[in-house]
């Protein structure tokens, strides 16, 4: 459990009445919500606020059931479906309209014709979670626009996704961009406690559930004024409040600890998920068995594919130039093109089994860089003459998909290809593709064959391990880390029998599940 999850933990029990003891001798919160009630009925009367015509009185019937009873109409209906957990003896549900003045109008103001001495707020100076970072006047801000107006100790609530945990009770009052909501309480509800309430994962889940759309949807004021709150007695609240506040330290302190252990173990694992790949393609995670087979003898089904592609014109003549790579009696490495015997012991990163073979990168694979058209051509959803465009970003916990006409895109990709990232941070990177396009920021390895000769997933191992990670390294260039097709054209590969690479394969998956179960 990390410090995120602790958190949310110890807010969904203070909310469920389970982080502080019920005292019996406190006001039950059914006295606050009639006491409220009066406050409301007392300032409509004083034209103050509006009668609210969906206004309700939650309460629990004989049969153990929830009802809501609409005080406009006398309508009941049974609201068992909504109540999302029990609570205790003494507290009640409610709506957030009927104890709050969320929904009521707010005043407005365009800050050209504000205080420049007066604070001005926006969501970049609430950190999430709900602590204050800045404090910025209008004046120094040079605020525009219209504004809300908020007063002190007024909750101020971020009503756009994914922002929803700015929430804070201001200190002191100002004006404040439209996208956060002040509202207050009646009947001296614990603020604080509505606004931990307001970060507890029940609410999340709930706007969660109800906000769909836009890119970055704003939560609705009918969705907020529906809210089911679980309300405890006065005094309940504020032990609740002083009880978290009591906890958020040490929780910190916990989710820091817990981000460095979490950093070291993935650390760890990382090292292991090295070791074992450098292991695999020395020959050195699964045995040798003689009946699979040598490389050689792969090596030369491949060399008369190739032949037969080049003589039906699917594959280029200057594919079948090849060398073969060998160890000599003096144990050394030697590579023959043509007549000509190089010795490249020198190169030669390891040993490998005797029924294993070095070959060159560009004798099994072609790497091909990716297209697109203009930006000004880009769209956002699919439409009829569209395919999809993948980017890095796309491989990430955000992808942001973009669809380009297919008329204008010459590098495509089948589910199942593999897709290498060429620039900048993401250099090494290795991608299971999907069906659509790619990116110039990636390149597609092309086998230069078609059989099964080579397992596809014991590929994407290699461009995993270090050989091909290194020599990126190698080949990255100064302004902008990256590499072209011809930097990977030497690049030594580890050739093993094909049911050796299907075993090495399984074997790997095997080990990494163990890692990832701890």
Same mark, same amino acid.
């Given at each position: 459990m990390n410090g995120k999850q602790l958190k949310n933990s110890i807010l969904q029990w203070a909310i469920q009445g389970k982080l502080v003891p019920q005292d019996p001798n406190d006001e039950p919160a059914s006295v606050l919500l009639e006491k409220i009630r009066q406050e409301k009925e007392r300032l409509i009367k004083e034209k103050k606020i509006k009668r609210d015509k969906n206004a309700s009185i939650i309460y629990r019937g004989e049969d153990n059931s929830y009802y809501e009873k609409f005080l406009a109409t006398g309508e009941v209906k049974c609201i068992d479906a909504e109540i999302p957990f029990e609570i205790p003896k003494g507290w009640e549900w409610c709506r957030l309209g009927e104890i709050s003045t969320y929904a009521q109008t707010k005043r407005k103001i365009n800050a050209s014709n504000a205080d420049t001495q007066l604070w001005e707020l926006d969501l970049e100076d609430i950190e999430k979670g709900g602590r204050l970072l800045n404090i910025k006047t209008v004046g120094e801000r040079k605020a525009i626009g219209d504004k809300t107006v908020f007063n002190r100790g007024d909750i101020l609530y971020s009503k756009l996704r994914p922002y929803l945990l700015k929430i804070l009770v201001a200190p002191e009052g100002g004006i404040c961009t439209p996208e956060i909501i002040p509202f207050t309480c009646y009947g001296n509800i614990c603020k604080d406690y509505i606004v931990s309430f307001l970060k507890s994962p029940y609410v999340d889940d709930y706007i969660n559930s109800t906000t769909f759309g836009v890119k970055m949807p704003r939560v609705s004021t009918e969705t907020m004024t529906s809210l089911l709150v679980p309300l405890p007695p006065l005094s309940e609240q504020f032990r609740i409040d002083t009880r978290i506040k009591?906890?958020?330290?040490?929780?910190?302190?916990?989710?820091?600890?817990?981000?460095?252990?979490?950093?070291?173990?993935?650390?760890?694992?990382?090292?292991?998920?090295?070791?074992?790949?450098?292991?695999?393609?020395?020959?050195?995670?699964?045995?040798?068995?003689?009946?699979?087979?040598?490389?050689?003898?792969?090596?030369?089904?491949?060399?008369?594919?190739?032949?037969?592609?080049?003589?039906?014109?699917?594959?280029?003549?200057?594919?079948?130039? +090849?060398?073969? *790579?060998?160890?000599?009696?003096?144990?050394? @490495? $030697?590579?023959?093109?043509?007549?000509?015997? #190089?010795? /490249? =012991?020198?190169?030669?990163?390891?040993?490998?089994?005797?029924?294993?073979?070095?070959?060159?990168?560009?004798?099994?694979?072609?790497?091909?860089?990716?297209?697109?058209?203009?930006?000004?051509?880009?769209?956002?959803?699919?439409?009829?003459?569209?395919?999809?465009?993948?980017?890095?970003?796309?491989?990430?916990?955000?992808?942001?998909?973009?669809?380009?006409?297919?008329?204008?895109?010459?590098?495509?990709?089948?589910?199942?290809?593999?897709?290498?990232?060429?620039?900048?941070?993401?250099?090494?990177?290795?991608?299971?593709?999907?069906?659509?396009?790619?990116?110039?920021?990636?390149?597609?390895?092309?086998?230069?064959?078609? +059989?099964?000769? *080579?397992?596809?997933?014991?590929?994407?191992? @290699? $461009?995993?391990?270090?050989?091909?990670?290194? #020599?990126? /390294? =190698?080949?990255?260039?100064?302004?902008?880390?990256?590499?072209?097709?011809?930097?990977?054209?030497?690049?030594?590969?580890?050739?093993?029998?094909?049911?050796?690479?299907?075993?090495?394969?399984?074997?790997?998956?095997?080990?990494?599940?163990?890692?990832?179960?701890?």
């Open positions: 009591e906890f958020m330290p040490y929780i910190d302190e916990y989710g820091k600890a817990q981000d460095k252990l979490n950093k070291l173990n993935e650390e760890l694992s990382n090292t292991i998920r090295k070791s074992i790949l450098q292991e695999a393609i020395q020959g050195k995670l699964v045995p040798q068995i003689a009946e699979e087979g040598t490389a050689q003898e792969l090596l030369e089904q491949i060399k008369a594919e190739k032949l037969k592609l080049v003589k039906e014109g699917k594959l280029k003549k200057s594919a079948l130039a +090849s060398s073969v *790579i060998f160890r000599g009696d003096d144990n050394k @490495y $030697y590579e023959q093109t043509g007549s000509e015997i #190089t010795c /490249i =012991d020198d190169i030669i990163p390891f040993d490998l089994p005797a029924s294993w073979c070095w070959v060159r990168h560009n004798q099994l694979f072609e790497v091909s860089g990716g297209s697109q058209p203009p930006k000004s051509h880009f769209i956002d959803h699919y439409k009829e003459g569209y395919i999809r465009l993948y980017q890095i970003r796309d491989y990430g916990s955000n992808p942001v998909p973009v669809y380009v006409p297919t008329d204008e895109i010459s590098k495509t990709t089948r589910k199942g290809d593999i897709l290498l990232a060429r620039y900048g941070g993401s250099l090494g990177k290795v991608f299971w593709a999907e069906e659509g396009a790619y990116n110039v920021a990636m390149a597609k390895v092309i086998p230069l064959y078609k +059989s099964e000769s *080579i397992y596809n997933e014991y590929i994407f191992l @290699y $461009y995993c391990s270090s050989i091909y990670q290194s #020599t990126i /390294i =190698d080949h990255s260039r100064s302004a902008q880390a990256g590499f072209n097709k011809d930097d990977l054209a030497d690049m030594l590969f580890p050739l093993p029998p094909f049911a050796e690479q299907v075993r090495i394969v399984a074997r790997y998956k095997s080990i990494e599940a163990s890692i990832m179960r701890g």
